[in-house]
């Protein structure tokens, strides 16, 4: 199970972005999917995750709520991190991977993960 996260980039305070995360051969609707972040000397921080199932309950940190909403797209079998009011201390590589717990609360638990995307958030 490998996943693809993409869309970072360089934003100034204040201003958006949006992640998406891409399966490479499996479905994402079978998997709670979650999106986490680390930066070199902290600890990794799950900030979001959506479950599995049809009602697709989701979960957003304390840190981000508010700002940040994770979504998923079964059609085109991908989920989403948009990301509005951005601010510094945002960034970091941030990585999507399927949650073990599919989703039963932010507990880092993750099963498969791939490469992050950069998100720097800079004026």
């Known amino acids: 199970v490998q996943l693809q996260a993409s869309g970072g980039g360089l934003v100034q305070p204040g201003g958006s972005l949006r992640l998406s995360c891409a399966p490479a051969g499996f479905t994402l609707a079978d998997y709670g999917i979650g999106w986490f972040r680390q930066v070199p000397g902290k600890e990794r921080e799950q900030i979001a995750c959506?479950?599995?199932?049809?009602?697709?309950?989701?979960r957003h940190a304390d840190s981000v709520e508010g700002r940040f909403t994770i979504s998923r797209d079964n059609v085109e079998n991908m989920v989403y991190l948009q990301m509005n009011d951005l601010r510094p201390e945002d960034t970091a590589p941030y990585h999507c991977?399927?949650?073990?717990?599919?989703?039963?609360?932010?507990?880092?638990?993750?099963?498969?993960w791939g490469p992050g995307t950069q998100v720097t958030v800079s004026s």
């Open positions: 991977g399927t949650d073990d717990l599919d989703c039963r609360g932010l507990h880092n638990a993750f099963g498969s």
């Open positions: 959506i479950s599995s199932d049809s009602a697709s309950r989701t």
